[in-house]
T-cell receptor, first 111, second 111 residues
Framework: SQTIHQWPATLVQPVGSPLSLECTVE??????LYWYRQAAGRGLQLLFY??????ISSEVPQNLSASRPQDRQFILSSKKLLLSDSGFYLC??????????FGPGTRLTVT | GQNIDQPTEMTATEGAIVQINCTYQ??????LFWYQQHAGEAPTFLSY????GLEEKGRFSSFLSRSKGYSYLLLKELQMKDSASYLC????????????FGTGTQLKVEL
């Protein structure tokens, strides 16, 4: 069966510090992968998606970037965090019906 | 672009039936998904409709009318654990098999 991992679960970072969040998927090959952010009390905002290794599409302009160095690994990064980057970051992969399955998420607080 | 409309909040009684409505406008339509999200957790996939009609899955059913841009999620025999946010997510056209999530309906189940 397929599983998706994200770490860390929680993170507190100062403004201006770098960020690296990692997501890995097991039990499937060449999945579509997605990064979302959910601000407190808000909906899910799609940040990036990837249909294959090295292929990244950005949905919104921001100071974040994403990379897919391996088939089942998706990384979200920032060189300098802003207060507005705080939120719940979720990674997801896409199944056969295009339904998406989410990882447990990383709760990021920028102070 | 995509526009999704759901009620913000609903309250229902344990054991009752509740219907959560969703209207959407999409550029291209390739199915509609419903998700459940408990507070502080990642969303979990509930149901999928691509053709008009009702899909039943245990206590949960989902209905779709493509011509009206309308869907609903029906929850029967409500339990306290059903208190959560319910997200409607149509899949539009374009690359990446992306879903666009509504802001969700916060359902509160009371005794």
């Amino acid at each position: 069966s397929q599983t998706i991992h994200q770490w860390p679960a929680t993170l507190v970072q100062p403004v201006g510090s770098p960020l690296s969040l990692e997501c890995t998927v097991e039990g499937t090959s060449n999945p579509n992968l997605y990064w979302y952010r959910q601000a407190a009390g808000r909906g899910l905002q799609l940040l990036f998606y990837s249909v294959g290794i090295g292929q990244i599409s950005s949905e919104v302009p921001q100071n974040l970037s994403a990379s897919r160095p391996q088939d089942r690994q998706f990384i979200l990064s920032s060189k300098k965090l802003l207060l507005s980057d705080s939120g719940f970051y979720l990674c997801a992969w896409s199944g056969q019906l295009y339904e998406q399955y989410f990882g447990p998420g990383t709760r990021l607080t920028v102070t | 672009g995509q526009n999704i409309d759901q009620p913000t909040e609903m309250t229902a009684t344990e054991g009752a039936i509740v219907q959560i409505n969703c209207t959407y406008q999409t550029s291209g339509f390739n199915g509609l998904f419903w998700y459940q999200q408990h507070a502080g957790e990642a969303p979990t996939f509930l149901s999928y409709n691509v053709l008009d009609g009702l899909e039943e899955k245990g206590r949960f059913s989902s209905f779709l009318s493509r011509s009206k841009g309308y869907s609903y999620l029906l929850l029967k025999e409500l339990q306290m654990k059903d208190s959560a946010s319910y997200l409607c997510a149509p899949r539009g056209g374009g690359g990446g098999n992306k879903l666009t999530f509504g802001t969700g309906t916060q359902l509160k189940v009371e005794l």
